[in-house]
């Protein structure tokens, strides 16, 4: 969450937004969390991060709660939605490594821990044709319960990116909320103690 609020502050310039893990030229978080890179669309790619973590929890608790042939279809459901934020880590390590050259340590952490997800999901699932059930599964999940579908888990799914575009359009400042941040910087600015730099009997110019 920190990151995805970090995000919406640096888009607005709010002050004092300067990240506690931007240490230096090269590792600034500020300027992986500014870049093109940080966004789906208009959207903080954070943001998005967070509800796939909570639609992933949902489907790891349905493992622990549901029958065992339930417990092997979310299994793998689980290692699905995983397999996305493994790719996603490595494209944007690559990305922060090869293009922006600047590391984020949390993001770092984050591709780190989405590694490590993938690995539980594939070790959780078993067997090894880890895949092999996907076209059926995927078409289960326009089934109802009473004929083995799994329309429970594409309410999660559709959730992820509606719930994105529900919490970015509440916090992604509107122009009202712009200006007051404007006027409260020109304020702050006015209110400041302002110094004289004239040096008496220095050499001047013109």
């Known amino acids: 969450m920190y990151l995805t609020s970090h995000h919406y502050d640096l888009k607005v310039g709010a002050r004092g937004s300067k ?5 230096s030229t090269v590792i600034d978080c500020d300027a992986v969390n500014a870049s093109i ?6 959207v903080s790619i954070a943001l998005v991060g967070v509800m796939t973590y909570l639609a992933q929890l949902l489907l790891l608790l349905g ?3 549901f029958s065992d042939d339930e417990k092997q279809k979310l299994s793998r459901f689980f290692l699905y939605v ?3 934020g493994l790719i996603t880590s490595i494209f944007l390590a690559t990305v922060s490594a090869v293009v922006l050259k600047p590391f984020c340590i949390m993001c770092t952490t984050l591709h780190a821990l989405n590694v490590i997800i993938f690995g539980c999901a594939w070790i ?4 090894t044709n880890k895949f092999g059930h996907i ?8 089934k109802s319960g009473d004929k083995g ?5 594409l309410f999660i799914l559709v959730c992820v ?3 994105s575009l529900l919490v970015h359009g509440m916090m992604n400042p509107n122009s009202d909320q712009i200006d007051r941040l404007v006027q409260n910087s020109i304020a702050d600015w006015q209110t400041a103690k302002k110094y004289d730099f004239f040096i008496e009997g220095a050499y001047q110019v013109g």
């Open 19 to 23: 990240s506690f893990c931007t240490l």
């Open 37 to 42: 890179f940080s966004e789906i669309g208009p």
């Open 63 to 65: 493992v622990k709660a």
């Open 82 to 84: 995983s397999t996305p």
């Open 124 to 127: 959780i699932v078993g067997g």
């Open 135 to 142: 076209k059926e599964d995927v078409l289960s999940l326009f």
């Open 149 to 153: 579908g799994s329309r429970g888990v």
């Open 161 to 163: 990116p509606l719930a």
